[in-house]
């Protein structure tokens, strides 16, 4: 009982203590449960901090993305519109493009997608534990994106609508320019017509009181010739002796009245002729002004010019008439006055008709030289329309060679890239068998030193030997025909070259033609618009010459009407002698009269109370007429006054016009100027760049070839210690011969080969006599070698000097276009009144960074617009002195021949032209530029230039060629020395 109490206590202890630690247990794992939830919810809230801020970076980022992404559309935009003006401008300038290129995309160059692969996990962030009891607030989130996009929408709203606003008010303001320019033109037609209307009145009126004064002169002509009758039937009467003296008395004093009249006449008459003429003058000059300020007045009617000759006639006798009315002789004499009024005005008429006819003949002179004007005028229109016709028949079959000749060019660049291609080919082919050679010739070496080393048999030896050399035979013929094979290809390389080079020498020569073609047909054009505007005024001449030929049958009618007065002056002549006649048998009649006298006494007195009625109605009349004079004067003397203010008005209206006229000319022709100036000097920038593109590419070519040099350098020097060690090679051979020699005469006594021996040394004396003559030979190549290496850095010296002294004066000619710019601007300035904005010169400052000289040019860049000339100077000193230190040194291998990968992108750099890619910096052109330029050139000059050079790479790919075929021969000297050797061991 004792024993199973124990038992069971020691169970029941063994209990309680397995159950105090599981319960210990438990709670250890409960506590580690509530430690896992806790670390869970903080790392929870970690994390969400976290996600919210890389949520807020990523829409920060997004939103940095967008806005990138815009700039480079925009970028990418401008980008291709200066593409486009660059395409615009070579298809203006007539470039063309041997080699295309593939289309590529733009966008797929610049962004290629990028792929990260992480293979290690970030690690977990250690939590401070300051952190871990915080209480950590939700920030407040605002979409960053979202606000943006609606402020540029707002933005964006906005602008458009002040877009529209500013196209409304231009629509507005160019109607309000219009409206204002049309109301200028038609107060400016209104002035104009209303002065013609005001000169047409006044023409009207004044013809309308002469036409009054006409006719009131033939009244009184009339009753001047009733008077007359009544006279005559007076001079009928019988009169006596007093009657007669006293009338003679009259008479007398009549005459000396009549004499003052007709000077006062002779005055008046030549104040008013010239009165006219400066009315006529006045009015002319008017018009004319008036026809060249406004074309439109054309039409309108001119005042009447021979308004001077229809008044003339009328006005003597209207000036005459009062001295005649007052005059009124009772007597006989009334008729010889009357006959000599009228002889002197036929004199005068006379002399008018003197006049015409000298005008008439003028005008027949100005006639005859229009008409040889138009017949010159239509003689080089003819002769302009063949040339024309001549000149795009000329144009068409440039087109057409153009044509031609891009084809042949076309087809001659892939020619030329598929024999270059076949030449590589060669080459590599080349190459592989000299590398076969040298190994089979090492090959061959180890298996015959390891037969002489075990001691084989000589025959054995003498037999791998001969088949070695017949091997060595057939890959030397091998050798020799691949080389020929190369030479072939390269002369038909050259060939095709030389052609090529022709072909765009046809090609430039060809585009100056196109260019000298275009510059023909401007001028042309020109010669058409001079020959419409002859064409304008020989119409106007030709209307000229028609109103001066109604004017001349005017004139000739007037003359044929003075011929009739003439002809009635000289029949008043014969009927005045008539009466001369008649006088004197009067005379002789009046005392037969005496007796009438006292009867007619009372018919005398009633006459003679006529009489001085009718001298009344004269005394009215004369009046009447004075009054009307002085009315014409005074009106004669407004139309001048007038006529002088409408001249001045003219005149100073057409200064004005031609001063704004000659402004607006000196302002266009300075914005022309300055628009040369500008082509021009954006001219002498590309030709800037150009230079400084092709100087930095011989620069670096002359790095490369400075750095291929110095290696060919160190392969002479190598070279020049194989030739010392197979000069020495050469004397133990000799040592070894006699020895040999000696041997095989030995062996000849001993074994009866001496014929044999003898022969074999003959051919080994040959071989050392040939490899003595080679030796010498390549020692004459080297020393050429040098010689033609220091020549070429002479050149290279001199034509870095001409490039520096090229580019001091294109400096010279940039600063003297900028200072003629600057005098143009200040001179636009002048005249305009208005300050122009400054022009963006670019300094040396934003000129891109030059590439180290050991760097190789992987392709020509693009360069800056303007570099300092002390920088200039400081780059090329160096190099110059780099140059003249190094020294004569041998000429660099072709790219084909080429170890090193910068010597190959010198020769692909060499190769192909220049090419020219936009600068950043936008300058206006106007294209100048008469230029013809082709894609990778930039004018005629830099394709010459590359023509040059390449010609000059083709002669050092010649020269090249040449010193690889001594090097060949050289390697051939030493294998066969090589030989030698081992045919002496062998036979040792």
């Given at each position: 009982?004792?024993?199973?109490?124990?038992?069971?206590?020691?169970?029941v202890?063994?209990?309680?203590?397995e159950?105090?630690?599981?319960?210990?247990?438990?709670?250890?794992?409960?506590?580690?449960?509530?430690?896992?939830?806790?670390?869970q919810?903080?790392?929870?809230?970690?994390?969400?901090?976290?996600?919210?801020?890389?949520?807020?970076?990523?829409?920060?980022?997004?939103?940095?993305?967008?806005?990138?992404?815009?700039?480079?559309?925009?970028?990418?935009?401008?980008?291709?519109?200066?593409?486009?003006r660059?395409?615009?401008?070579?298809?203006?300038?007539?470039?063309?493009?041997?080699?295309?290129?593939?289309?590529?995309?733009?966008?797929?160059?610049?962004?290629?997608?990028?792929?990260?692969?992480?293979?290690?996990?970030?690690?977990?962030?250690?939590?401070?534990?300051?952190?871990?009891?915080?209480?950590?607030?939700?920030?407040?989130?605002?979409?960053?994106?979202?606000?943006?996009?609606a402020?540029?929408?707002?933005?964006?709203?906005?602008?458009?609508?002040?877009?529209?606003?500013?196209?409304?008010?231009?629509?507005?303001?160019?109607?309000?320019?219009?409206?204002?320019r049309?109301?200028d033109?038609?107060?400016?037609?209104?002035e104009?017509?209303?002065q013609?209307?005001?000169?047409?009145?006044?023409?009207?009126?004044?013809?309308d009181?002469?036409?009054?004064?006409?006719?009131?002169?033939?009244?009184?002509m009339?009753?001047?010739?009733?008077?007359?009758a009544?006279?005559?039937?007076?001079?009928?009467?019988?009169?006596?002796?007093?009657?007669?003296?006293?009338?003679?008395?009259?008479?007398?004093?009549?005459?000396?009245?009549?004499?003052?009249?007709?000077?006062?006449?002779?005055?008046?008459?030549?104040?008013?002729?010239?009165?006219?003429?400066?009315?006529e003058?006045?009015?002319?000059?008017?018009?004319?002004?008036?026809?060249?300020?406004?074309?439109?007045?054309?039409?309108?009617?001119?005042?009447?010019?021979?308004?001077?000759e229809?008044?003339?006639?009328?006005?003597?006798?209207?000036?005459?008439?009062?001295?005649?009315?007052?005059?009124?002789?009772?007597?006989?004499?009334?008729?010889?006055?009357?006959?000599?009024?009228?002889?002197?005005?036929?004199?005068?008429?006379?002399?008018?008709?003197?006049?015409?006819?000298?005008q008439?003949?003028?005008?027949?002179?100005?006639?005859?030289?229009?008409?040889?004007?138009?017949?010159?005028?239509?003689?080089?229109?003819?002769?302009?329309?063949?040339?024309?016709?001549?000149?795009?028949?000329?144009?068409?079959?440039?087109n057409?060679?153009?044509?031609?000749?891009?084809?042949?060019?076309?087809?001659?660049?892939?020619?030329?890239?598929?024999?270059?291609?076949?030449?590589?080919?060669?080459?590599?082919?080349?190459?592989?068998?000299?590398?076969?050679?040298?190994?089979?010739?090492?090959?061959?070496?180890a298996?015959?030193?390891?037969?002489?080393?075990?001691?084989?048999?000589?025959?054995?030896?003498?037999?791998?030997?001969?088949?070695?050399?017949?091997?060595c035979?057939?890959?030397?013929?091998?050798?020799i025909?691949?080389?020929?094979?190369?030479?072939?290809?390269?002369?038909?390389?050259?060939?095709?070259?030389?052609?090529?080079a022709?072909?765009?020498?046809?090609?430039?020569?060809?585009?100056?033609?196109c260019?000298?073609l275009?510059?023909?047909?401007r001028?042309?054009?020109?010669?058409?618009?001079?020959?419409?505007?002859?064409?304008?005024?020989?119409?106007?001449?030709?209307a000229?010459?028609?109103?001066?030929?109604?004017?001349?049958?005017?004139?000739?009618?007037?003359?044929?009407?003075?011929a009739?007065?003439?002809?009635?002056?000289?029949?008043?002549?014969?009927?005045?002698?008539?009466?001369?006649?008649?006088?004197?048998?009067?005379?002789?009649?009046?005392?037969?009269?005496?007796?009438?006298?006292?009867?007619?006494?009372?018919?005398?007195?009633r006459?003679?109370?006529?009489?001085?009625e009718?001298?009344?109605?004269?005394?009215?009349?004369?009046?009447?007429?004075?009054?009307?004079?002085?009315?014409?004067?005074?009106?004669?003397?407004?139309?001048?006054?007038?006529n002088n203010?409408?001249?001045?008005?003219?005149?100073?209206?057409q200064?004005?016009?031609?001063?704004?006229?000659?402004?607006?000319?000196?302002?266009?022709?300075?914005?022309?100027?300055?628009?040369?100036?500008?082509?021009?000097?954006?001219?002498?920038?590309?030709?800037?760049?150009?230079?400084?593109?092709?100087?930095?590419?011989?620069?670096?070519?002359?790095?490369?070839?400075?750095?291929?040099?110095?290696?060919?350098?160190?392969?002479?020097?190598?070279?020049?210690?194989?030739?010392?060690?197979?000069?020495?090679?050469?004397?133990?051979?000799?040592?070894?011969?006699?020895?040999?020699?000696?041997?095989?005469?030995?062996?000849?006594?001993?074994?009866?080969?001496?014929?044999?021996?003898?022969?074999?040394?003959?051919?080994?004396?040959?071989?050392?006599?040939?490899?003595?003559?080679?030796?010498?030979?390549?020692?004459?190549?080297?020393?050429?070698?040098?010689?033609?290496a220091?020549?070429?850095v002479?050149?290279?010296?001199?034509?870095?000097?001409?490039?520096?002294?090229?580019?001091?004066?294109?400096?010279?000619?940039?600063?003297?276009?900028?200072?003629?710019?600057?005098?143009?601007?200040r001179?636009?300035?002048?005249?305009?009144?208005?300050?122009?904005?400054?022009?963006?010169?670019?300094?040396?400052a934003?000129?891109?960074?030059?590439?180290?000289?050991?760097?190789?040019?992987?392709?020509?860049?693009?360069?800056?617009?303007?570099?300092?000339?002390?920088?200039?100077?400081?780059?090329?000193?160096?190099?110059?002195?780099?140059?003249?230190?190094?020294?004569?040194?041998?000429?660099?291998?072709?790219?084909?021949?080429?170890?090193?990968?910068?010597?190959?992108?010198?020769?692909?750099?060499?190769?192909?032209?220049?090419?020219?890619?936009?600068?950043?910096?936008?300058?206006?052109?106007?294209?100048?530029?008469?230029?013809?330029?082709?894609?990778?050139?930039?004018?005629?000059?830099?394709?010459?230039?590359?023509?040059?050079?390449?010609?000059?790479?083709?002669?050092?790919?010649?020269?090249?060629?040449?010193?690889?075929?001594?090097k060949?021969?050289?390697?051939?000297?030493?294998?066969?020395?090589?030989?030698?050797?081992e045919?002496?061991?062998?036979?040792?």
């Amino acid at each position: 009982m004792t024993r199973s109490a124990n038992n069971e206590a020691n169970e029941v202890q063994y209990l309680t203590r397995e159950l105090q630690r599981l319960t210990a247990e438990n709670n250890a794992l409960h506590q580690q449960l509530v430690d896992a939830a806790d670390a869970q919810d903080q790392q929870a809230r970690k994390t969400a901090l976290v996600v919210r801020r890389l949520e807020n970076e990523l829409a920060d980022v997004k939103f940095l993305n967008s806005q990138l992404l815009t700039k480079v559309a925009a970028e990418q935009r401008k980008c291709d519109e200066e593409r486009k003006r660059v395409d615009d401008l070579f298809k203006r300038w007539q470039v063309w493009s041997g080699t295309k290129l593939a289309p590529t995309s733009g966008m797929a160059k610049r962004f290629q997608p990028q792929h990260m692969e992480l293979t290690t996990g970030l690690e977990p962030l250690a939590i401070p534990p300051f952190l871990a009891t915080a209480k950590i607030i939700d920030p407040h989130i605002v979409d960053v994106v979202k606000v943006a996009e609606a402020k540029i929408r707002d933005m964006s709203a906005r602008v458009e609508e002040a877009e529209l606003r500013e196209a409304d008010l231009k629509l507005q303001i160019q109607d309000l320019r219009a409206q204002v320019r049309t109301r200028d033109d038609e107060i400016h037609r209104s002035e104009t017509v209303t002065q013609l209307e005001a000169e047409k009145a006044k023409t009207t009126t004044n013809d309308d009181e002469l036409r009054r004064l006409r006719e009131q002169n033939a009244h009184l002509m009339k009753s001047l010739t009733d008077l007359e009758a009544e006279v005559h039937d007076l001079r009928s009467m019988s009169m006596d002796s007093e009657l007669v003296h006293e009338l003679q008395e009259e008479v007398q004093a009549l005459h000396e009245l009549l004499q003052t009249a007709r000077n006062q006449y002779g005055h008046l008459t030549h104040e008013y002729e010239a009165l006219l003429a400066r009315q006529e003058a006045t009015v002319a000059a008017r018009i004319n002004e008036g026809l060249q300020t406004d074309p439109d007045l054309a039409s309108a009617p001119a005042p009447p010019a021979p308004a001077a000759e229809q008044t003339l006639a009328p006005v003597a006798p209207t000036s005459a008439a009062p001295s005649a009315a007052a005059a009124s002789p009772p007597a006989q004499p009334i008729v010889k006055w009357a006959l000599e009024q009228e002889l002197a005005d036929a004199h005068v008429k006379l002399r008018q008709y003197a006049t015409l006819e000298t005008q008439l003949g003028r005008l027949r002179t100005e006639v005859c030289d229009l008409h040889a004007q138009c017949a010159s005028q239509a003689e080089q229109m003819k002769a302009l329309r063949t040339e024309k016709t001549q000149l795009q028949t000329d144009l068409d079959e440039a087109n057409a060679a153009r044509a031609e000749l891009l084809d042949h060019l076309h087809s001659l660049d892939h020619a030329t890239e598929e024999l270059t291609a076949q030449v590589q080919t060669v080459v590599a082919q080349k190459e592989n068998l000299e590398q076969m050679y040298h190994q089979l010739l090492d090959r061959r070496e180890a298996e015959v030193h390891d037969e002489a080393e075990r001691g084989g048999d000589q025959q054995s030896a003498a037999a791998a030997v001969a088949t070695e050399c017949e091997e060595c035979m057939k890959l030397t013929v091998e050798n020799i025909a691949l080389k020929e094979d190369v030479a072939r290809r390269q002369r038909d390389l050259d060939a095709v070259v030389a052609a090529t080079a022709d072909l765009k020498t046809q090609a430039s020569s060809y585009v100056d033609v196109c260019a000298q073609l275009a510059a023909a047909q401007r001028q042309l054009e020109t010669i058409q618009q001079t020959n419409t505007q002859l064409n304008a005024t020989v119409q106007q001449q030709l209307a000229i010459i028609q109103q001066q030929s109604r004017e001349l049958t005017d004139l000739k009618l007037d003359s044929e009407k003075h011929a009739r007065n003439a002809l009635i002056v000289q029949q008043l002549e014969r009927d005045m002698e008539r009466a001369r006649g008649e006088l004197q048998s009067v005379q002789s009649l009046l005392a037969e009269a005496n007796q009438t006298v006292n009867q007619r006494t009372a018919q005398v007195n009633r006459m003679h109370q006529q009489i001085q009625e009718i001298e009344m109605e004269k005394k009215n009349l004369t009046t009447e007429i004075n009054n009307v004079a002085t009315d014409l004067t005074t009106l004669i003397k407004e139309n001048q006054l007038l006529n002088n203010d409408l001249h001045t008005a003219t005149l100073a209206k057409q200064q004005n016009l031609q001063e704004a006229a000659l402004l607006r000319n000196q302002i266009q022709a300075l914005q022309n100027d300055l628009q040369q100036k500008d082509a021009e000097r954006h001219q002498l920038l590309v030709q800037y760049k150009k230079l400084v593109t092709q100087q930095e590419t011989k620069a670096d070519a002359r790095a490369s070839m400075q750095a291929a040099l110095d290696q060919y350098r160190l392969d002479l020097l190598v070279k020049d210690k194989k030739i010392a060690q197979l000069s020495a090679a050469l004397d133990q051979l000799r040592g070894r011969h006699d020895a040999t020699v000696q041997e095989l005469d030995r062996v000849a006594k001993d074994r009866g080969d001496h014929a044999v021996c003898e022969h074999r040394v003959q051919e080994l004396l040959q071989a050392v006599e040939t490899l003595r003559q080679r030796n010498e030979h390549l020692e004459r190549m080297v020393q050429e070698e040098r010689l033609r290496a220091h020549k070429l850095v002479l050149a290279s010296q001199a034509e870095a000097k001409t490039l520096k002294d090229q580019l001091q004066g294109k400096s010279a000619i940039e600063a003297r276009l900028e200072r003629e710019l600057a005098e143009t601007r200040r001179q636009l300035e002048n005249l305009s009144g208005v300050g122009l904005p400054p022009i963006p010169v670019v300094s040396a400052a934003a000129a891109p960074p030059r590439k180290p000289a050991s760097a190789p040019p992987a392709a020509p860049a693009a360069v800056g617009p303007a570099f300092s000339r002390s920088t200039r100077r400081a780059e090329s000193e160096p190099k110059a002195a780099a140059t003249r230190a190094m020294g004569p040194m041998p000429v660099a291998a072709p790219a084909a021949a080429a170890t090193t990968p910068a010597q190959a992108k010198l020769w692909q750099a060499k190769s192909t032209p220049p090419a020219v890619t936009p600068s950043n910096t936008t300058t206006t052109a106007t294209p100048s530029s008469n230029s013809n330029t082709t894609p990778g050139t930039v004018s005629t000059s830099g394709f010459r230039e590359w023509k040059a050079e390449k010609q000059a790479i083709q002669r050092e790919l010649a020269h090249n060629d040449s010193v690889m075929r001594r090097k060949q021969a050289f390697m051939e000297s030493s294998e066969l020395l090589r030989s030698v050797a081992e045919m002496e061991r062998t036979m040792t």
